[in-house]
């Protein structure tokens, strides 16, 4: 598995996990009749579809390369960004899942947020819809970009591809299944990569410890390279962890309520019903993987000799299969960061296709297209998004965590103040709405330049809670509900 070199076994193990992802869109295409089967599968998804398709597309590839190397060069540390976002996933499912499903079924069978917001608003309907769609569109193209950079150093760390190469070839394979099966293909896909992302972060850090001679001898080893990576209340150098670094790694957790890709898939559930049995499953996926995944960069620490170099840290859980596993075993094993990447970067082009698709073309060019060329739409709007993505992705130098930290956030603060609020606080005005979204949404982007003092502070942070304040904010009593 050194690079430069193609393991047959590997490359073997990767085509035929591809070959079967494909074959999965195309039979979904055969189910997909129109707009609402092609973004929200008719609204049939059972239970375990829905939990594992919304954490699935919700973790992506930082889950196997971003927070095991956070994990890797920050110790214990990184243990509150997983406190924070299995709290968030509690909050999500149970405070806007069932409100959610239900309301924009209620609003004339919302099929996207953009619709919704303007169907629950109509005397902003038309600005918050065009508004929504271009922030999604926005913060999409980061957010798809972070897992082509995530397919990129897996192909070329694995497969021994150059990285350029390796981030076409994730994007053809990506855009390939979305283009076909739509969003029955990317929830089906979901479900089969949710469980080989669970196993493997099991599996590896297991045999870590395992062959490091139990758990003492794994955390002596820690010990040794750096005491101050065993304290979660300091940092890698020794410093206390202040105000500004809890409340960043903790805020993760406010994301939640704001990621378009997973909240689509509360509301494609079949019922509420569907959603309690969900969730159930939902918390004992996150909690187990997320811990696999912390353990994943906490085996490596002690492990790996000599370290990682700088700038590497995010390929640890690559080495690790790499140095502990056969090379079939590894292939499956590695197929599961690719089951990482997909899982998410196929929601993440869907929804911003109906972004473009259906809340941009569809209503406001050509409002009386019908079902079929709003589909051929959406699957040219995959194509038309996934270029920009590609390029940003070619751009050297770029980290998993940093990009998906900043769509998480510019999400978050844009529409989860505003979801909450408006599918809880029944007299909510339009323009209130879009007063809301305007300020989270441009909060993160303006946070994101400054430095500094309190602006080290996580950009999703302020940005949530200054979209929340113009939506708490008292007044008259409210129209537009």
């Not at 049939?44 to 597309?57: D, I, K, Y």
């Not at 758990?215 to 990576?229: D, V, W």
Request: aromatic content about 10%; some cysteine.
């Amino acid at each position: 598995m050194n690079q430069g070199a193609l393991d047959p076994a590997i490359l073997a193990t990767f085509a035929g996990y591809i070959l079967a992802m494909l074959g999965i869109g195309l039979f979904a295409m055969r189910r997909t009749r129109n707009m609402g089967d092609y973004l929200l599968g008719g609204r049939r998804l059972g239970p375990w579809v829905t939990a594992l398709s919304a954490e699935a597309s919700d973790m992506s590839g930082w889950l196997l390369l971003g927070l095991p190397g956070y994990a890797y060069i920050a110790g214990m540390e990184a243990g509150w960004i997983a406190l924070g976002l299995l709290v968030g996933t509690w909050a999500n499912w149970t405070l806007m899942a069932p409100a959610l499903r239900r309301q924009t079924f209620a609003c004339g069978d919302a099929l996207t947020l953009p619709e919704f917001l303007a169907r629950r608003f109509p005397d902003r309907a038309r600005a918050l819809r065009i508004g929504a769609a271009i922030f999604i569109l926005v913060f999409f193209t980061l957010y798809t970009a972070s897992g082509l950079v995530a397919g990129g150093k897996l192909f070329e760390s694995a497969l021994g591809l150059p990285y350029t190469t390796a981030v076409l070839v994730s994007a053809a394979v990506i855009v390939g299944y979305t283009f076909l099966g739509g969003f029955l293909a990317v929830s089906w896909t979901d479900l089969v990569q949710g469980l080989l992302m669970g196993a493997a972060l099991v599996a590896a850090p297991l045999i870590v410890v395992f062959d490091q001679g139990g758990l003492a001898a794994s955390l002596a080893a820690i010990e040794a390279r750096n005491p101050h990576l065993l304290d979660p209340l300091v940092s890698a150098s020794g410093e206390p962890l202040g105000f500004v670094a809890l409340a960043s790694l903790l805020g993760w957790g406010l994301g939640y309520f704001g990621q378009p890709h997973i909240l689509a898939r509360f509301m494609a559930a079949r019922d509420t019903a569907t959603l309690r049995g969900a969730r159930r499953i939902a918390m004992g996926w996150v909690t187990l993987t997320l811990l696999g995944a912390l353990l994943v960069g906490w085996a490596g620490i002690g492990y790996l000799d000599p370290p990682l170099p700088d700038g590497e840290h995010e390929k640890v859980f690559l080495k690790l299969v790499a140095l502990l596993f056969h090379p079939v075993m590894a292939g499956i094993l590695l197929a599961a960061v690719l089951a990482a990447i997909m899982s998410t970067a196929d929601s993440q082009l869907l929804v911003a296709s109906s972004a473009l698709a259906e809340d941009l073309y569809a209503n406001s060019l050509r409002p009386e297209a019908p079902h079929s060329v709003r589909v051929q739409a959406g699957r040219i709007a995959v194509l038309a998004i996934a270029v920009p993505a590609v390029m940003l992705a070619l751009q050297p130098g770029n980290q998993v965590l940093d990009l998906v930290a900043w769509a998480w956030a510019g999400f978050g603060a844009t529409f989860g103040p505003l979801l909450l609020f408006g599918l809880h606080r029944r007299e909510l005005s339009g323009t209130r709405a879009l007063a809301a979204m305007i300020t989270g949404g441009l909060t993160v982007l303006v946070w994101k330049r400054l430095e500094g003092g309190l602006f080290d502070l996580y950009e999703l942070v302020p940005g949530f809670f200054a979209a929340s304040l113009v939506l708490a904010m008292p007044g008259s009593k409210e129209a537009g509900s």
